[in-house]
Nanobody
Framework: QVQLVESGGGLVQPGGSLRLSCAAS????????MGWYRQTPGNQRELVAG????????TYADSVKGRFTISRDNTKNTVYLQMNSLTPEDTAVYYC????????WGKGTLVTVSS
């Protein structure tokens, strides 16, 4: 059974940092493109950052460029999202997705940016 488990969310003050992790199981992780998405109530889920199966060129939403960094460790079947200079607008549930011919989603982790 494929599982993607996000962790690392929580409450952080504006200007702070968090590092999200997403651990995958039951897939050949290195073959999958990975992405981080986020969603707020009443809004569609949006892509935050993506990294291809082999690593290499990453993509970011304009709103997070220069602040967030996506990376992956294929030896640990894990993708990360380093988030710096957080603002209240980054408050959302963050989801990771594994994509190839089939897509798999985690259940999300809540990030709250507030003073």
């Amino acid at each position: 059974q494929v599982q993607l488990v996000e962790s690392g969310g929580g409450l952080v003050q504006p200007g702070g940092s968090l590092r999200l992790s997403c651990a995958a199981s039951a897939i050949v992780f290195r073959f999958y493109a990975m992405g981080w998405y986020r969603q707020t109530p009443g809004n569609q889920r949006e892509l935050v950052a993506g990294i291809p199966a082999g690593g290499g060129t990453t993509t970011y939403a304009d709103s997070v460029k220069g602040r967030f960094t996506i990376s992956r460790d294929n030896t640990k079947n894990t993708v990360y999202l380093q988030m710096n200079s957080l603002t209240p607008e980054d408050t959302a549930v963050y989801y990771c997705k594994a994509g190839r011919t089939t897509e798999y989603w985690g259940k999300g982790t809540l990030v709250t940016v507030s003073s």
